[in-house]
């Protein structure tokens, strides 16, 4: 027995032991951070409160959907829509029909789309290559930029389904042989951009790709997506009453453009957290021009650029947030593994060993390393769940209607009437036509009347340009928190509910100030808050 283990130990070669291990270890740290996504995303996603300061209205335009009315209409202190195409909050309204309205049916439709993506990112990487390893190491290092790209996959905000329709399509345009995919894929596509309207971009290298390799298909492409496309507006827009074209395209135009940001995103977005992973790409890009295969040299030659241009040209935007980068990371992590394939696959020796491969596998780990972030910062609290729950007793507690004008679905939480996030009044105050005069006028007209009993703000001083207003009808500004980090989103901006002012005279200030003064506690957390 000894002679028999003796001579399976000579016949072990180190060299090739150890790179086996370092391959390994490169699908670990993937499957790891796969795993890491899936629990944050697990333990967060019934949380009853924002996890980022938009999330709430997203699901106002849920609700507007379930209740019955149109979804783009003329601005109002009620409702203003997100500058955004309808096809998530459709999606989401499907879901909450089954588990009702709260914040889980727009975060399980996230949810599921990310998932998909990861397992369409396996695919993609194990159809590229041949081996089940890279597609992992696709998946693993797209879930590794959770952090990076805003910590955003699960919430309930249009980009998960955007980059996941977005990558379906891109996916059949890059593995369809015959016609049907070719519509498949305009089918796609068109569905993308009815998520979130920067997937048009990537239509026009789509087509120019299946164009010059396979006229063909290229045609029912440009048919499929060009009929559907133009066909979805024209009714859409009919039907909104030409609103649908105002929120979508007209309102954006009013964007303020910050070029220097175009250099941030190169430098700090790209380059600043993944060289390797850049390095890597860039790689590729270079050995793809001698590429044999004529659509899949012209398919990475226009589609990783198209996807890099769309982050790029979405981060110089004001008020862009990491977000933007799902597409940039999702085009990184189908060009890294297969770079790294290229690179294993490297015959060159010197002193007698292959030093490209292990060079390689050894970066590769480095990435992986580099990406590394603590899941706990990515959490709610039970001290920002007993906030929030303490809050809304608050709100309960004011007999008459509340303003509360960054927060949706906060109102509807607490049997209030629903308020227009103020994202989407920003948006339109920024557009460059008199819907905005208009809307300052509506607004001004509801706080003079002394609609709101109560005003929750997130600033110090005011909301919109109602200063003067506020500090002539309402009385001093309250605290709703003793902790400063309490109850604060876990991404996207830094915003929450800071304090509320009364009507001046009102019966309910004493009420409600006396309830703020006392401590948040842990005992009082409602078994299954909604």
């Known amino acids: 027995m000894r002679n028999w283990f003796s001579k399976q130990l000579e016949q072990i070669n180190p060299q090739k032991a150890v790179f086996r291990t370092l391959a390994l270890s490169c699908g670990l740290f993937a499957l790891y951070f796969v795993g890491i996504y899936l629990y944050i995303a697990l333990n967060r996603i019934h949380y009853p ?9 997203a699901v ?19 409702f203003v829509p997100y500058i955004y195409p309808p096809l998530f909050f459709y999606a989401s309204a499907f879901v909450a029909k089954i588990v009702s309205l709260s914040y889980l049916p727009l975060r399980l439709v996230s949810f599921t789309a990310s998932l998909g993506l990861l397992i369409l990112l396996v695919l993609w990487g194990k159809k590229e290559t041949g081996k089940i390893l890279y ?26 389904l955007y980059i996941f329709l977005l990558a379906i399509g891109l996916y059949l345009v890059r593995f369809g042989k015959q016609v049907p995919s070719a519509i498949m894929a305009g089918f796609f596509l068109t569905l993308a951009w009815l998520t979130k309207q920067t997937a048009l971009a990537a239509i026009p290298p789509a087509l120019l790709c299946l164009w010059i390799t396979q006229p063909k ?6 048919a499929s997506a060009g009929l559907l496309s133009v066909g979805a507006f024209l009714v859409m827009n009919h039907y909104y009453e030409g609103w649908f074209y105002y929120y979508l395209f007209e309102v954006p135009r009013g964007h303020a453009l910050y070029t220097n940001l175009f250099s941030y995103f190169w430098r700090y977005d790209l380059v600043g957290p993944a060289a390797i992973a850049c390095s890597f ?12 295969d004529t659509l899949k040299k012209a398919f990475y030659f226009f589609i990783p650029a198209a996807l890099l241009t769309i982050s790029a040209a979405s981060r ?21 593994p297969m770079a790294l394939k290229r690179i294993l696959s490297d015959r060159t020796r010197t002193a007698g060993l292959r030093l490209g491969p292990w060079l390689g596998l050894i970066l590769m780990l480095a990435q992986f390393y580099q990406l590394y972030y603590p899941a706990a910062r990515h959490m709610p609290t039970a001290y920002d ?20 004008p960054y927060h949706g679905f906060l109102s509807t939480q607490s049997g209030k009437s629903p308020s227009a996030q103020a994202m989407g009044v920003y948006d339109v105050l920024r557009s460059p036509d008199h819907a905005g005069a208009c809307l300052i006028d509506a607004y001004r007209q509801q706080i003079l009347s002394k609609k709101y009993e109560a005003v929750i703000l997130d600033d110090s001083e005011s909301f919109l340009t109602f200063g003067n207003e506020l500090k002539k009808l309402y009385g001093k500004k309250i ?25 001046k005279g009102s019966e309910s200030e004493a009420k409600i100030k006396a309830l703020l003064n006392q401590p948040i506690s842990l005992t009082d957390i409602e078994s299954h808050p909604r």
């Open 49 to 57: 409160f924002e996890l980022e300061w938009m999330e709430g209205g």
């Open 60 to 78: 106002d335009h849920v609700q507007r959907i379930l209740n019955g009315y149109k979804l783009y209409a003329e601005p109002s202190p009620d």
């Open 135 to 160: 597609g992992i190491i696709s998946a693993g290092f797209y879930a590794a930029t959770f952090e990076l790209s805003g910590s955003w996959f699960d919430i309930g905000r249009i980009d998960s």
């Open 217 to 222: 298909r290229g045609f029912y492409f440009l």
């Open 281 to 292: 790409s860039l790689i590729f890009l270079i050995t793809n021009i001698f590429e044999k």
């Open 316 to 336: 110089i935007h004001s008020e862009a947030y990491s977000n933007v980068l799902f597409p940039a990371y999702a085009a990184l992590a189908i060009m890294t």
């Open 385 to 404: 769940l007993a906030a929030g729950q303490r809050l809304i007793r608050v709100i309960q507690s004011i007999p008459g209607d509340v303003l509360i």
């Open 479 to 503: 605290p709703l928190f003793r902790m400063e980090t309490v109850f604060r989103p876990r991404t996207g901006s830094y915003f929450r509910p800071v304090n509320i002012v009364f009507l």
